[in-house]
């Protein structure tokens, strides 16, 4: 690989040519208005020989008779001119809508959009900003077909999952985030407005040059950098209300009573039970507390606030900018919020000979952020709020906070919890990175890069002494402070050699990484603090010493890289690209600690063809491409191929103290090696007349050796090694349609993307062929809701299938014996293998949480000043375990669908009748009665603008000022009976899709500006 | 290699080329940067460099110990009291514990959890003993030590063994740890599991002679414990699979004779007595201030402590508090209560209750007559509400720890093998095969110290009568479920069926199944179909 590297690279130096040269120049100016263009770009073709115009559109440049010349300009179609005997060129370059010209960001360079051959989807500047969005990763849900981009939940800061093409892991299936060619942990730290353009690195020839780490697709995102021409200071900003969209029918007072009084009745008591709600309860309440009511807040407030200064000249450009921005959430009145300040710089210097460039692009941020437990059927608040019963209140008449009326375990009053809770988040974070590249000779450069990704966090809790119930209570003061530290390293060095020889045009870069990734974790609690109150919470002030405590670890992986690409390219209408990288990392052991991840990609622009040009109608762009390749999945946590000795396995003898027992952690495996996926991609890019495009991809992506902990019988007596032991498929198809279109004043387009996946696992090599998500709801009963099993999805929804309810006895007797305790107005479960029991071997699929189909679609109008944008989002075929409610807590409240339970036969045949005693456990067993459909189609965003006409800026002396009203989640069309129907989880495949009582998207309403000075 | 292609290669464009190569060759030795990726955990040790040591040896032996701690809502103790006809299920509600239950009303499944907790959990302290045992002979300790140490694990892989033949019959029998290709495994013959048990429990008995533990580090295995549990294991085994009278030979070649020599050197030698009281074994407020752990009468105790620190749910297996206690304590105790607010479950039988005769002070020291002792209205009726819950080991107010989760944090030892149960086996070996009048000293001592001073000693006594005190002396300590079942089918069917009041106190006893319960449905796929389900299930 070196070896070839070297030569080919030595083989091209001696094909250079020489031709004679003289001066050329003309002025561009714009088909759009008919003005001179400034700082368009004049390069002569495979070369970096280029100029840029001044402002008045003029240029000059020395060119060789057999030279071309391209001028281009983002955002316009580029031209190519072959200079001959020219000395005078003029060019009018046209708006190009189609983009086709643009340059796309591949790993480690760039590509004309045109020539690419693997499956890239881009999201610009532009489009990020149209939206107050709150994370990057927001940018790119409906935006880019095959990705699928679900909220952890609607909590201030949480975490978007991002899954491209599928989830393709039982591991971690987010993708890689390359930031200005750094790989970082995750991009929460960056303001929407710091983003230049993200590309999204789809199919495996893309993505293989990242490796070992494409497997689950690359994100790559360029930070804005300077433009050329005088300074700009911008400002960007919003404010917003924000507001709960939804609210969970539960029962009333009056209601509740009637129902949990039924149940005990159903369950042979009476009102001598204490759990009887006797009328003298009722009496005054009303419908009794609206937890719902009380737990979420009005108008809460939301502000983004963007200063930036871009300029530069032919020697710098920069670009630096201030950000701040913040969040309140909707649910509590000060627990739940995340704030960000960040500061961006970023610089870029050539020198005066063209051959060396140097820059520099770093990102700080701070954030704070607190929060509420956003998705636990245990205590979350909003579990909280629609288990509690409506009877309680909030504070009692002398002021105390109000407690459930009866014991209802860990469910307590949500208000008086959020009160005492203290728990946040500081978060320091500096990504940066420095770069030379020097041209060595003609056509080649050198370029190495240092980047760093350093974090520190600190997690601080408070606990004041309170008693929310009799299991719910902390009778000590106590201080928990973790400090989280993560360091990373990144540096590469790359060779590039480019050059054309007559109409073939090549392009070849070889390179190295190496990556080292610390961890470093510090913590130490106590309790009784001398002083108490969270403002006092520090270690020093702890009162009980012996109730000190501290811990801390290390941790640190490491990876190493030779990688190399070669793009060819044959009348701009032939084209292929082969790449290879070979990886090592520390993740796994001396047995199989290198892979190496090919690929191959061709593309045809068919539409190029003399034979076919005049053939085609309408169409004038039809591109066909191909790709195949494999990538690897590494990020597995460390050391997972041996067994450490875990100190754990403690006893005691009559000295009463604890005795450390050690144990092999689990069962080692030096055996274990990558996950690789193997991607095949067939794709067609096409453009009819000049307003009408499309992008067209069908795939197919088998990742094989899942790294997985398969479950092994528990007679070894140990944890299941880590081995490769499965296969996951994912196949789909992918279409991009876009328009645009304008008369006169009107101008319109839109764009519409649509994504198709299969998920289904092939293989998994355990005798079982089945891995638990261990996903278990309740004390006992609801075990394994979600599991991966050979034939199926991953993550689906395993229980029994219900038909029905049971009208009378006799029904009963006569549907065997699978049910001993089933009385009248209970579920009728299907004994599938008709054993006559009900056992897991009767679980089913249910239904699955990663949706059919996804579609995303984008309008936008503009007339005069004004401009008018709106993005539907929509998913089919995904569903939810609405597991909202305590099912082992018999006075947990219900929600309304509960009314229509069965009261006797032929009530319903739907939902189950209440009891005290659900001897037939109709709401503990996991069956179809939990689960929902969840598809649905939102109104994400709308948004009116208006800008001042140039007019009244030339006069202002101001460049740009536009504002704008904006609406978020206007509108959900669904079926789903919860809060929210989107309900992502980035940290684990397998709770995705559990509602247990989500913290849901807030409604937003936003004002904002855009101006430039 | 590159740098043979540079002397080929470099021509006129010398100095230019010499830049590119410099970069190319720094690049390829950084390649070979071996140490880069050479990352090993700092905070903990690797099976390579552990097992070297005294220290590391010993930490691997209490490994072993570890299991007999893993005491959450499923463990053997409170399931074969729920299952007996000492108690039934209990707990907040009718849908909490269903497993357990379900198992008291003989309708149990091979799906349900609690069976798979059961058996992971005894198989790894199987793992335990048998890492220890593979690792030993090559530490760096001193033959002696080695020696002593062995005899402890050998014990424990009996005791673990003993639970899983008598729960679950069939099972594989490990002695080693297995290789990935050995993971298929089928069920051992019955009879070399009991072989196994004898030999590891006699191999204990050997390498322990002599061994005693200074006062902190009491609850370690001596030569007495292996001698009480062969017994213990060979009544059984006489019971299930042979007469019933003593005159079976277990395998291993372990007779009646045997085991009562075994139990007679226990009441000879090993100096241990019975507490004269009775209420000092259990935590009791009457007794706090002397009640006493690893005592005399302790032949083997599964310790707890209040002093983890341990304080999360999820690590509770992991803590060395006992997690039972606060299963059968009483639910929403008052203020004043010297009961620790626990989940009721467990709730003792009306049947058990009456089986005390007058004057028997067992009885109020073993259940708690909760209205006459807490008075109404000062507890939450839990389900199954008999009015009765184990005393023995519910949790005080007074034991609650300083740290840790105050619910899974309990001291109170679990007795596993009690003095008491030496003298009540002996008894019932001894009018099998040896003196009648022995066997009723054994009985009148047990006896007299439950009467106290009223009691008049008896000069015979039955097997009837000895099982009979059996009932009384260990309700509720997991032991009752295995003596109805070794005195056959139609007894504990019987027994058993005394309870079931119909209703939601529905007990009965899966017949099919002969007394054992369902191997997990899991383990049977796992071990690819290697493994067969229980007759019954």
Partial sequence: MKKTVLFLFLAFLCWNTFAQVHTVTGVVTSAEDGLPMPFASVVLKGTTIGTSTDFDGNYSIEAADDAIIVFSMVGFASQEITVGSQTAINVILAVDNMGLDEVVVIGYGVQKKSSVTGSISSVKAEDIQKMPIQRAEQALQGQVAGVQVTMDSGQPGAGLSVNIRGVGTTGNSQPLYIIDGNPVGDISYLSSTDIGSMEVLKDASASAIYGARGANGVVIITTKQGTKGGAKLSYDGYYGIQNASRHMDVLNATDYAMIINESLLNAGKDSSSPDWIQDEELAGIGSGTDWQKKIFRNNAPIQSHTLSLNGGNDQILYSTALSYFSQDGIVSEDKSSYERVNFRVKGDYTSYNKKLKVGTSIVYSHSTSQGVDPNNVYNSPLAQAINIDPISVVKDADGNFGRPIRNMQEIVNPIAAMYYLNDEYKTDKIVGNLYAEYKVIDHVKVKTSLGIDYAYQWHDIYKPIYELSTITKNDKTRVEKTMDNWYSTNWETTINYNNTFGEHELDVIAGTTAYTNNYENLSGSGSELIIGGKEYAYIDNVGNIESKSAGGTFDSNSLLSLFGRANYSYKDRYMASVTVRRDGSSRFGPNNRYATFPSVSTGWIMSEEDFLKDKLGPITFIKIRASWGQNGNENIGNFRYLSSIANNHNYNFNAGTVVNGSSPSKIANPDLKWETSEQTDIGLDLRLGSNFYMNLDYYDKRTKDLLIDAPIPGYIGNSAPTVNGGTVQNKGFEALLGYNGHSNDFSYGGTLNFSANKNEMLSINNDEGIIYGDVNIGPSGMKNLTIAKVGQPIGYFWGWETNGIYQNQAQIDNNGTHQPNAAPGDLIYVDQNEDGVMDDADRINLGDPHPDFTVGLNLNFAYKNFDLSMFWYGVVGNQIIDATRRYDLPNANYQTSVLDRWTGEGSTNKTPRVTFDDTNNNRGNFSDYMVEDADYLRLKNVQLGYSLPKSVLNRLNIERFRLYVSGDNLLTFTKYSGFEPEIGNTDNVFHTGIDQGIYPQARVFTIGANITF | ?537
């Fill in chain 2, 1 to 537: 290699m590159p740098i043979s292609l540079s002397k080929i290669f470099l021509t006129d464009k010398t100095k230019t080329m010499k830049k590119i190569i410099y970069i190319l060759l720094f690049a390829v030795t950084f390649m070979g940067c071996e140490d880069y990726l050479e990352k090993s955990p700092v905070t903990e040790q690797t099976e390579e460099s552990f097992y070297r040591t005294e220290d590391d040896m010993f930490r691997a032996l209490v490994s072993a110990y570890e299991p007999l701690q893993r005491n959450w809502g499923e463990s053997v103790q409170l399931t074969m009291d729920i299952v007996s006809d000492d108690a039934y299920g209990g707990g907040g509600s009718a849908t909490d514990g269903v497993s357990g239950k379900k198992a008291d009303r003989g309708i149990t499944t091979a799906s349900e959890g609690m069976w798979s907790a059961m058996w992971n959990d005894h198989y790894a302290g199987v793992y335990g003993a048998n890492v220890f045992l593979e690792k030993v002979d090559a530490s760096e300790i001193s033959e002696e030590l080695k020696t002593k140490l062995k005899g402890e694990a050998h014990f424990l892989r009996a005791y673990y063994y003993a639970n899983l033949v008598r729960v679950f019959e069939n099972i594989p029998l490990i002695t080693k740890t297995l290789a990935t290709s050995e993971y298929s495994q089928a069920a051992a013959p019955v009879a070399d599991v009991y072989a196994l048990i004898a030999s590891d429990l006699e191999t204990s008995i050997s390498y322990l002679e002599g061994v005693t533990y200074d006062n902190d580090q009491k609850g370690r295995v001596t030569e007495w414990a292996p001698r009480a549990l062969l017994a213990r294991m060979y009544l059984f085994y006489d019971g299930v699979y042979g007469s019933g009278d003593g005159s079976s030979t277990m395998p291993g070649d372990i007779t009646g004779a045997d085991a009562l020599y075994y139990l007679n050197e226990v009441i000879t030698n090993s100096g241990a007595d019975l507490l004269p009281d009775f209420g000092n074994l259990w935590g009791h407020s009457e007794f706090t201030n002397s009640w006493v752990e690893n005592s005399v009468e302790g032949v083997f105790e599964v310790q707890f402590s209040n002093q983890g620190e341990g304080w999360q749910w999820y690590n509770a297996p992991f803590d060395i508090g006992n997690k039972m206690v606060v299963f059968v304590g009483p639910r929403g105790t008052a203020a004043d209560s010297e009961y620790y607010s626990g989940w009721g479950f467990s709730p003792a039988t009306q049947q058990l209750y009456d089986a005390y005769q007058e004057g028997d002070l067992r009885r109020d020291f073993t259940l708690i007559d909760m209205v006459a002792e807490m008075g109404a209205g000062n507890f939450e009726e839990a389900d199954q509400y008999t009015g009765y819950l184990n005393k023995k080991y519910a949790g005080l107010k007074s034991q609650v720890p300083d740290v840790g989760q105050e619910q899974l944090n309990f001291p109170q030892n679990y007795i596993a093998i009690r003095y008491a149960d030496v003298l009540l086996m002996a008894a019932e070996l001894e009018v099998n095969l040896g003196s009648a009048a022995n066997a009723a000293v054994h009985y009148n001592k047990v006896r007299a110290r439950a009467f106290g001073t009223s009691y008049s000693p008896v000069a015979s006594v039955t097997l009837a009568q000895i099982f009979e005190e059996r009932k009384l002396e260990f309700a509720l300590e997991g032991i009752r479920y295995w003596d109805l079942l070794r005195q056959g089918m139609p007894v504990l069917e019987s027994a058993v069926q005394a309870t079931n009041l119909g209703g939601i106190y529905d007990s009965a006893v899966n017949s099919a199944a002969r007394g054992f319960w369902p191997i997990p449905s899991s383990e049977i796929a796992l071990s690819n179909f290697a493994l067969e389900q229980n007759v019954g299930y």
